[in-house]
């Protein structure tokens, strides 16, 4: 990669943000070795990532929920599956059933263990995904466009474990094309061309809309109302980013 500088903080939700093509997978396969740094730095909780050495430790602390549920099951029942990556972390094998329980009672999967993945919906395999990746409890947990192939209801229901992980104190990077879900982030990076474009909070970044257009993106709805009323002489408060907001600034 080239030209991208940031820096995440612990404890941080960071919605990656950006049209396909513009770089923003590449540049988390860098954050646990799935692809080398090719020139610069990477310091990932305080490993070096620039090589091949920390390979195992950066997965360890960061793991990763792809697109597609179908590609990421292993194993023929729920249990094996989440169970699958403890085993290449050495975890001893009697840590390896309350581990699992865990990692599925997170993600609200309890009492699916002997199910088999292709009978679960979307929204549960990426649930299970995820339990698979908790089970090695890293402190950083990386969604590329995770809930990108679910219905609403799976969407909803990844996106409320996500909530869940940042409360509970996890690094979140969430990788995302839906603008709306980069409102409750702490901060948005958008990418563009393979470059990062801006980062700041989302009330910086969601109402730009100049940044946001040349950047192949469109502004949440209630941005583009703001806009619309203003170009039709209706200005206002401030420009909303929920339609919460909206409502209330409207009925104002
Ligand atoms: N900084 C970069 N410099 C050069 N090529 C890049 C850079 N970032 C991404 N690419 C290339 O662009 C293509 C799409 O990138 P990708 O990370 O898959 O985009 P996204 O996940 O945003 O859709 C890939 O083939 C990748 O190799
Ligand atoms: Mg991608």
Redesign the pocket.
């Known amino acids: 990669?080239?030209?991208?500088s940031l820096d995440v903080k612990k404890g941080e939700l960071v919605a990656l943000l950006?049209?396909?093509?513009?770089?923003?997978?590449?540049?988390i396969r860098h954050f646990n070795a799935l692809l080398s740094l090719q020139e610069g730095e990477l310091i990932v909780g305080g490993i070096d990532a620039s090589g091949k050495k920390n390979i195992w430790d950066l997965r360890r602390l960061s793991g990763m929920v792809f697109q597609n549920p179908d590609n990421q099951f292993v194993a023929p029942v729920v249990f094996d599956d989440v169970a699958f990556g403890l085993e290449n972390y050495l975890v001893p094998r009697e840590e390896i059933p309350t581990r699992v329980e865990k990692a599925l009672d997170a993600v609200g999967m309890k009492g699916f263990e002997n199910r088999a993945p292709h009978t679960l919906s979307g929204g549960q395999k990426q649930r299970v995904a995820l339990a698979g990746v908790l089970a090695v409890e890293p402190d950083i947990v990386i969604f590329?466009e995770a809930t990108s192939m679910l219905d609403p209801r799976g969407r909803s229901e990844v996106l409320s474990i996500i909530r869940q992980l940042h409360e509970s104190g996890k690094t979140i990077i969430m990788?995302t094309h839906y603008i709306e879900e980069c409102v409750s982030a702490d901060r948005v990076i958008l990418?563009d061309s393979?470059?990062v474009v801006c980062s700041g909070a989302p009330e910086n970044v969601l109402t730009d809309r100049e940044r946001l257009k040349s950047a192949g993106m469109m502004p949440p709805m209630p941005v583009r109302v703001y806009y619309d009323l203003l170009e039709r002489g209706v200005q206002l408060d401030r420009c909303p980013l929920t339609e919460e907001e909206l409502t209330e600034l409207l009925c104002r």
Not at 1 to 4: H, K
Not at 18 to 27: A, D, I, M, P, V
């Open positions: 990669m080239s030209g991208v950006g049209r396909n093509g513009s770089g923003k997978s590449t540049l590329d990788i990418m393979g470059k």
